[in-house]
C-alpha cells in the first residue's frame, strides 16, 4: 500500500466494470456517470486494489457493486461517514462515494456538512435528480418549491437545498456541477476531483426517467442551452449565450448579467473566473444562480487548496511520535504513578 | 507528628466519603486520598457520585457531589455500603449523606458553612449543630473555611484563590486520622501546578494545616492504620474503568499487529475512553470525534473494512443510535467493538448515575434476526481484559461485539497489577492472503464460520460488502428466498459457536449447596462481598457471576442444577432474568432488582438472601 507502488499494467475502462449486471431503469442518467467514473480511474495512476467506492442507499448507490474495485453499500445517508473512517483508517486509497440528493442533502446532511468541513480528501458524486426514485416519487430536499410530487400533491411548501451553497457553506475546498448528458465534461470534472486533495463534491444534475423525468431540460434544452449554461474556466471571463456575448458582472455585490457591447461593456468588463480564491463570496452567487434570471453554472467552480484531515492526522502522529517517551502499550501502563509489591 | 502519639488502632478496612457542593473540588480531594492509599499498599476500590450539571445551584441537596473510597488490608471489591468517616463539606452535603454514615463513625464538617442561609437550602429547619442530631457521632465540627483563609494569609492570595484549597484542609484532617505521608499529595500539587508556585505553596500549607489542627483539637481521638494488602508481585497502579476499558484496546492492536481507530461521540459516562485514546498518537491510535453517534459507529465501520481494529463508545441513548450501524456491521461481518457505558435510563434517564440499564438493547436492539456477541465487565480493572477479549472476539470471529460497562465502574477505581501486553493471550486476525486464488467474501472457516477480512489495498481480493442481503460464498447481491434462510443460519451459528472458545462459567464458593446468586457486569463487587460474608457465617452460598451474556458458557445448566435456588440480582427490572427465562426455562428463578441509580448494598443483598435461605 506504499506510495511506490509500481503500476505493472496499464488499466482500460474496461479492468473497472465489474462482473454484476446493472439495474438502473433503461434512460436512467446514472449509466453515463457509472460510463464516466469507469473512464476516469484508469487515469489515477493507482492500482484497480488502491480504490474504494462506498455508497449509502438510494437508486445512486447501487454504484459499488458495478465498479471493479473495493466497494462498501451502506445504509442510508451514511456513505460520507463510512468513507471518513476509511479515509482515516488508509490515507493511501482513493475513495469515492456515491450518493444522492436524499442521502446527502437529507437523512445524510450533517455527515455531508462535517466531511467537507474536516476536508478529509473523499470524491463525492452527488447524484442530484430532485426527487426520492428508489422509493418511488417523494420529493428530495433539492426538489424545486412547488413542484407535485407523491408526498406534495398540492405542490411542495418548503424552499430547496442548493447543494453547491450547502458545500461552500460548510468551508467545502472543491465543488463543480455538470449535467448528465455531457459525459465528456464529466470525466473531466472527477478527473479534477480526484487530483484535489481534499474533500470534492462533483454535483451531477441527473435524470430520473421514471418519477422525475426531464427535471433538467430546461438546462439541457439544445436550442437554448448555450443561454442557460454557464461554463466556467479558470482565468476565463464569464461568458455564455449562442452569440457568446453575454457575460456577468459584479455590479456592487451582486453579479449581473450583461450584454457585451450594449450599454458600453466589453469584454474587459466581465469577469474572470477564479476557482483558486480562499474567498467563497463569488463561488456562493456562481452556485446560486438561478434560471431564468441568470444561467446556471457548470465546470469547477470553486477549487482552494488546504491540508486534508487525514493529511493533518499523519502529522500529527509523527509528530507526536517524535516527541513522547511513550513507544508501546507496556510503555503507556507504566506511566505515571506505579508502585511495586514485592 | 505529635510525640504523645494518639492510640493508634489498627482496622482491616475501612469506608471513607467525601461530600460538598459541586464546586468544593470533592472528586479531586477523592482521588488524592486515594492515590495516597495506594502508595500505602492497601487494596481499594472507589465510588464517585456526582450530579450532571457541572455547577448546579450552590448549596443545594442536587448539588451534592461525592467520592466513597473503600480500602483494606484484604482484597477490595467493591466501593463499601457505609461509611466509617464522612466529610461533609456543606449543610446540604450533610444531610444528603448522613444516613450513608455509621453510627459512631466520624464526621468531619465545614462549621463555617453553617449559616442560616445554607442550612435553609439544606431544608434545616435549625442548624444540625445547634440540637443533638449529630450526637451519635465523633464529631469534629472544624472552621473550615476561616482557617484555610488564616493559613495562606502571608501568601497574598485573593478571597476566592484562597477557598479553592479548602477541600486540602479536609483532606488533611483524615491524612491525621489514618497516619498519611504528605508527599505523594505534595508531589501532585508541583506537577499540576508547576506554572503557579503559590499555588502548590498555598495547597502545601493548607493540606498541612488540616493536619495540625486535627493533631491538636482532636488529641483524644483514636487514629487508624490498615496495613498493606497482601497483593501478588508485580507493579500496581491505580486505574478507572473507562481508562482501563481504553487501555485493553491499546493492547488488543498492539498484540494483533492492527492500528486502533475509534469513532466516537462524547457522552456521560463514556466520554473519557474517548479523551483518552485522543492522548495516544503517540501508539499510532486514530481516534476520529465525529459529529454524532451514527457518524462513530459508521466511521468505525469504514476503518474496520479498510482494515484497523475499529471501536466505538457511547452509552445507552447512543446506542439506540447506533442501532442501524450494528446491523450492518452484523451483515457485512466485520470486526467492530461497541462499548457501552451504560446509564440510568430511558431516554436522557440520569446521565450520571449507574443502571444495568442496556442488555436488552445490547442483545435484541436491532431489525431483523441476527446475533452479536455480548460481554460485560465485572470492575474497573476487569474492564482492561474485556476491552481485550472483545477485540480478540471481534477479530478472530469476524463479528461485532458488544461490551457493556456502567458508570459505576467506568468512574470508580481499583488497584490494578499492571501486565505485560506479550503475556496477553494471542490475537489472530482472519486476514486474507494476497492474490489467493479462492478467496470469496462470504467464504467460511468451518470451524467457526468467520468469514475472511481481505483489507482494501490487497492485490486480487476486491469485492464489495454492503447491508444488503449477500450470496453465501461469492457475496452478490441476492434476493433468493433459500439463500436468506442460509445466510441467517450461518450469522447465528457463528456467534453461538463462539461459546466453544469461552472459558468454563466459574463460581465463587463451593459448587453446589442451597442457593446460587447470579449477577452480571458492574455488581459483582457488592455481589461477592454479600456472598462471601454469608458464607463465613457457614451458609451454602455461592455467586455465578456472568461476564459472557451471549453466548452463554457451556456449562451454565450444569453449574444452575446444583443448587436448591437461584437468585438473579440486577439494578433493573430483570433483564439478564429474563434472557435466562428464555435460555434456561428449566430453572424456577428468584430476583431482587433495584433501580435508583445506585449500586447494590451488600446489607440489602444479605436480607434478600437469608430470606430465600429461610424459605428452603
Known sequence: ?342 | MNEKAQKIVELDEVVVKFVGDSGDGMQLTGSLFSDNTASVGNDFATFPDYPSEIRAPHNTISGVSGFQIHFGQKPVHSSGDIADVLVAMNPASLRANLKNLKQGGTLIIDADTFIDKAIEKAGYDESPLDNDSLKDYHLIAAPISKLTKESVSELGLDNKVAMKSRNMFALGITYFLFNREFEPTDKFFERKFSKNPVVVEANKKVLRAGYIYAESVAASATTYTVQPAKLEKGTYRNITGNIATAWGFVAAAERSGLELYLGSYPITPASEILVELENQRQLNVKAFQAEDEIAGICSAIGASFAGDLAITTTSGPGLSLKSEAIGLALITELPLVIVDVQRGGPSTGLPTKTEQSDLMQALYGRNGEGQVIVLAASSATNCFYFAYEAAKLALEHMTPVILLTDGYIANGSEVFRIPKVADLPEITPRIAKANDPDYAPYRRDPETLAREWAIPGTEGLRHRVGGLEKKDVTGSVSHDPDNHQIMSEYRDEKVQRVAKYLPKQELIGDDEGDLLVVGWGGTYGALRNAVQEMQGEGKKVSLCHFNYINPLPENTAEVFSKFKRICVCELNFGQFLNYLKIKLPEFKYDQYNKLKGLPFKVSELTMKFNQILEEI
Open chain 1, 1 to 342: 500500500m506504499s506510495k511506490d507502488t509500481i503500476i505493472t499494467q496499464e488499466l482500460t475502462k474496461e479492468d473497472f466494470v465489474s462482473d454484476q449486471m446493472v439495474k438502473w431503469c433503461p434512460g436512467c442518467g446514472d449509466h453515463a456517470i457509472l460510463s464516466s467514473l469507469e473512464k476516469v480511474l484508469p487515469q489515477l495512476g493507482k492500482r484497480k486494489e488502491d480504490i474504494l467506492v462506498v455508497s449509502g442507499i438510494g437508486c445512486s448507490s447501487r454504484f459499488p457493486y458495478y465498479v471493479n474495485t473495493y466497494g462498501f453499500h451502506g445504509i442510508h445517508g451514511r456513505a460520507l461517514a463510512i468513507a471518513s473512517g476509511a479515509r482515516v483508517a488508509n490515507p493511501e486509497l482513493s475513495i469515492w462515494v456515491a450518493s444522492g440528493d436524499g442521502d446527502s442533502m437529507a437523512i445524510g446532511g450533517n455527515h455531508f456538512i462535517h466531511a467537507i468541513r474536516r476536508n478529509l480528501d473523499i470524491n463525492l458524486m452527488l447524484f442530484n435528480n430532485e426527487i426520492y426514485g428508489l422509493t418511488k416519487g417523494q420529493y428530495s430536499p433539492t426538489t424545486p418549491l412547488g413542484q407535485t410530487t407523491k408526498t406534495s400533491p398540492f405542490g411542495t411548501i418548503e424552499e430547496p437545498f442548493v447543494p453547491g451553497e450547502l458545500c461552500i457553506g460548510a468551508q467545502g475546498t472543491f465543488f463543480a456541477r455538470v449535467i448528465d448528458s455531457d459525459p465528456k465534461a464529466m470525466a473531466e470534472l472527477f478527473l479534477a476531483s480526484a487530483e484535489h486533495k481534499g474533500m470534492s463534491v462533483v454535483e451531477i444534475l441527473q435524470n430520473c426517467v421514471i418519477f422525475n423525468n426531464g427535471a433538467h431540460n430546461y438546462l439541457k434544452d439544445r436550442e437554448h442551452k448555450a443561454d442557460r449554461q454557464l461554463w466556467l474556466e479558470d482565468g476565463k471571463p464569464m461568458i455564455f449565450g449562442k452569440e457568446n456575448n453575454k457575460g456577468l458582472i459584479l455590479n456592487g455585490t451582486e453579479l449581473e448579467v450583461v450584454t457585451i457591447g450594449e450599454n458600453g461593456i466589453t469584454e474587459e468588463d466581465i469577469l474572470i473566473h477564479d476557482s483558486s480564491t480562499a474567498n467563497p463570496i463569488i463561488h456562493l452567487q456562481l452556485v446560486r444562480m438561478k434560471a431564468p434570471e441568470f444561467p446556471v453554472a457548470f465546470g469547477v467552480i470553486r477549487n482552494v487548496k488546504k491540508p486534508s484531515y487525514e493529511q493533518l492526522m499523519v502529522q500529527q502522529i509523527e509528530d507526536v511520535k517524535a516527541k513522547s517517551k511513550i513507544k508501546c502499550a507496556d510503555d503507556l501502563f507504566r506511566s505515571g504513578t506505579t508502585w511495586e509489591v514485592e
